[in-house]
């Protein structure tokens, strides 16, 4: 069925919708809009009443006002001054505008009557829920709203009919004229309730947001008054009672600027960030992360450095009392500070300790600090794998701090301190940076001298800080930074050296330590021999250290559990202290023997000597290597039986020999893993021993790499190999000719009693070994 068409005075609202159920009034003051309202009162009081699309058209057409409006009347006309009228109307029903019949002196437009009576809601389940639904909605709407009042909210929610709550609770609820607008121009009932209901959840949700925003706000400006008032009184009570002077932070670092002596880069930025400074005193969070660089960068020594100590023989008494042995450390430190002395300037070298664990290696880069005269600063690198760690993280970062060089610098207070960087090769990298690359501009004298960190941001000289780094392996370090430092191995110490140690150091520090006195506790030399050989396995004196201490704790519990007052330790009683003998060296064979050849080893705990074994036996031409053996002592044992094939028939050996006979070679201690490059010989010569059947000395032992051609090839860890064929009763040891110079720099004490013979192939090996 059609709509009914009617022709209506129409009144163009500005910046209003009027809905049906709706009952309001609005003032007019255009003289179309007043003669339209006229017009209407004469007629049927009925009106057409549509919003403009902008509120700035002074005088609208069709095209400037929505099409569908509502059709309303007007209860009452009341005449204001300066030609206004104000107007009472409630809203009735839809309307479409279909065409305007003239515009002067009023508008006057065809309207379509949008008759909505027909639409039927089912009495339902459905309609029930939907009508509970949206009675919710207003009352979240209400309660977040707050400008809709108790009495409205009431009448609403005691509405029934789905149809009438919907028009009733949009003509009530305070909507913006566009979304009342949308809401008048859907005429199907059910998007329109749609559209209703996603309104009110779409307003409750803003004004949430809304409310949060204003909480954080006024949260953030409390908290900023609260701040200020209370800094402004604490000021004021330390003014009455003269704790501090008037003077703002600000002025104390512009104060501190001036007096500080720093090259001119780091002065503007310093000028630049006290600036910031005065400019963030209302943020508090900006105004602390400034404040913490400007003071890190006040409290850094840029010009301030230490005068050296020149005086060589104070040094050289430092160095000699704090350590024993170390002879080429030291000497390397002497000649460093006679350069110095002579130059007035002298690059700070970088020298690299390397050596086995309780060398020593930490604590001499002490008494070098001592010996200058230095503050001393230590930088523990073990497992170090961010490299902001030593060039610092950048200031954009939460926590933001200097890099450890850095802070070293700041807390040594100079910038020429002696810096220990500790266990360099021990350093890892991984997907947060490449800290070796980064300790290549720390420790490159040529890059050094404008050392760029990341939190500090202007260069930072580290050219005249003496570096010293330590590390038990050379193996991990890479070879651009290898390169880089002086690098002096530090050898095992011989047990003369060991007895040295704990007589003049060990033993004081522990004694101190346990609250005993000298004549309480004393120790022979014997003693401390035991210690050292039967009781510890290691290159440097921690362990002899501990041993030594674990005497003091029970001797101190013993004197003050009995009546003695006195405790002597001998090679005798210490059992009753340290218990059984835990290390037994293996001392050389009775007798010399077929097959059997003892081979000397380095290991990162000094020296030891392996006994080589290998049995002949009937079979098919195998060779059997059992012993935990690593690949290069596998490939030494090839090349070994490789070479004894070539020279069989000098020995007088089968040809079939080899086809007819397995050969099986073992080092004994098999649950150990043994490798390196320097058992070639003793291998090849206990093979060809076990062939031939010829005895091979028991009080020689070897050590070297083997050629097939039978050359003897050089090896390293001589003096850790010689010591322990010293402690093991050997009396004759055969080393690879070209290791003749490492010999020469050895101590009489390690070399005297031992008869050391160069080889230089296997002929010359085999001469000597063999003892018929």
């Known amino acids: 069925m059609d709509n009914e068409i009617k022709s209506l005075p129409v009144v163009a609202l500005r910046g209003m919708t009027i809905l049906p159920e709706m009952v309001v009034h609005f003032d007019v003051s255009r003289e179309r809009s007043i003669a339209a309202v006229q017009e209407a009162m004469a007629e049927e009081q009925k009106i057409f009443l549509t919003a403009q699309k902008s509120i700035d058209t002074e005088n609208p057409g069709v095209e400037d006002v929505y099409e569908v409006g509502t059709v309303g009347t007007i209860r009452q006309i009341i005449k204001l001054p300066k030609h206004i009228v104000r107007v009472l109307v409630s809203g009735e029903t839809r309307g479409r505008l279909r065409g305007l019949e003239f515009s002067d002196p009023y508008l006057r437009a065809k309207v379509e009557i949008i008759d909505d009576s027909s639409v039927t809601i089912p009495d339902d ?87 949060e925003i204003q909480r954080k706000v006024k949260e953030r400006v409390d908290k900023h008054q609260r701040e200020y008032i209370l800094r402004e009184q604490l000021k004021l009570i330390r003014e009455e009672l003269g704790e501090e002077s008037t003077i703002s932070d600000a002025e104390e670092f512009e104060n501190a600027l001036k007096k500080l002596k720093a090259p001119k880069e780091v002065k503007e930025k310093l000028q630049k960030e006290i600036n910031r400074f005065k400019s963030s005193l209302n ?246 021999w035991k210690m050292a050989r039967n009781y510890t396995k290691e290159a440097g004196v921690r362990q002899l250290e501990r041993e030594i201490g674990n005497v003091c704790r029970k001797a101190a519990k013993e004197i003050l559990t009995t009546d003695r007052e006195k405790i002597s330790v001998t090679d005798r009683n210490i059992h009753r202290f340290l218990g059984k003998e835990k290390y037994s060296y293996q001392m050389a064979n009775p007798a010399p023997e077929v097959g059997i050849v003892r081979g000397l080893a380095w290991t990162s705990v000094g020296g030891d000597t392996l006994q080589i074994e290998v049995n002949v036996m009937p079979g098919s031409g195998e ?55 320097s058992a070639g010989i003793t291998m090849a010569t206990a093979m060809l021993s076990a062939v031939t059947e010829r005895k091979v000395r028991s009080d020689l032992a070897m050590t070297g790499e083997i050629t097939l051609r039978g050359r003897v090839l050089p090896i390293g860890g001589l003096k850790e190999k010689l010591l322990a064929a010293k402690a093991a009763g050997i009396k004759t040891v055969l080393i690879p000719k070209e290791n003749r110079a490492d010999v020469e720099e050895l101590s009489q004490e390690i070399t005297k009693g031992l008869e050391i013979l160069p080889v230089e192939n296997m002929d010359e090996v085999l001469e000597t070994a063999f003892a018929e």
């Open 125 to 211: 389940l459905n309609a029930e829920a939907m009508e509970r639904g949206l009675k919710d909605m207003l009352a979240d709407y209400a309660a977040k709203n707050g400008k809709m009042s108790r009495e409205t909210v009431s009448q609403l929610m005691e509405v029934k009919g789905l149809k009438k709550l919907v028009d009733e609770i949009a003509a009530n609820i305070p909507l913006y004229y566009t979304e009342q607008q949308a809401i008048l121009s859907e005429t199907d009932f059910w998007k329109r309730y749609e559209k209703l209901a996603f309104t009110l959840v779409n307003e409750v949700q803003i004004i949430g947001i809304k409310e």
């Open 283 to 528: 943020s508090p969070a900006e105004n602390g992360v400034i404040r913490t660089y400007i003071e890190t960068l006040l409290e850094m020594p840029w010009d301030k450095a230490c005068r050296d100590n020149n005086d060589i023989e104070y040094a050289k008494k430092v160095l000699e009392e704090d350590h024993y042995g170390l002879e080429q450390v030291k000497e390397r430190i002497l000649e460093f500070l006679a350069v110095r002395t002579l130059t007035k300037k002298g690059d700070s070298p970088i020298l690299c300790l390397a050596g086995p664990p309780g060398t020593g290696k930490t604590s001499i880069a002490k008494s070098l600090a001592r010996a200058l005269k230095k503050p001393y600063v230590r930088i523990s690198l073990g497992g170090v794998r961010d490299e902001a760690e030593i060039r610092g993280h950048r200031k954009t970062y939460v926590g933001a701090m200097p890099g450890r060089i850095a802070n070293g610098i700041r807390t040594a207070g100079v910038k020429n301190p002696v810096m220990l960087l500790d266990e360099i090769d021990k350093v890892s990298t991984d997907y947060k940076g490449d800290t070796f690359s980064a300790l290549l501009e720390v420790l490159d004298s040529e890059q050094n001298s404008r050392f760029r960190d990341h939190y500090l941001e202007v260069p930072l000289d580290l050219s005249e800080v003496m570096f010293i780094t330590t590390a038990n392996t050379l193996q991990t370090i890479p070879r651009p930074l290898l390169d880089r430092m002086e690098v002096i191995e530090i050898s095992s110490y011989t047990e003369n050296e060991k007895l040295h140690i704990a007589m003049e150091h060990l033993i004081p520090k522990q004694l101190e330590k346990h609250g005993l006195t000298p004549e309480q506790l004393t120790f022979s030399r014997h003693a401390i």
């Open 623 to 677: 060779l059997l290597l059992t012993g935990q053996m690593g690949d290069v002592m596998k490939e030494s044992a090839q090349a070994g039986i490789s070479y004894i094939r070539s020279v069989s028939r000098r020995y007088h050996v089968a040809d079939d020999f080899f086809e007819k006979h397995d050969i099986h070679l073992h080092i004994p201690e098999g649950a150990v893993p043994k490798d390196g490059p």
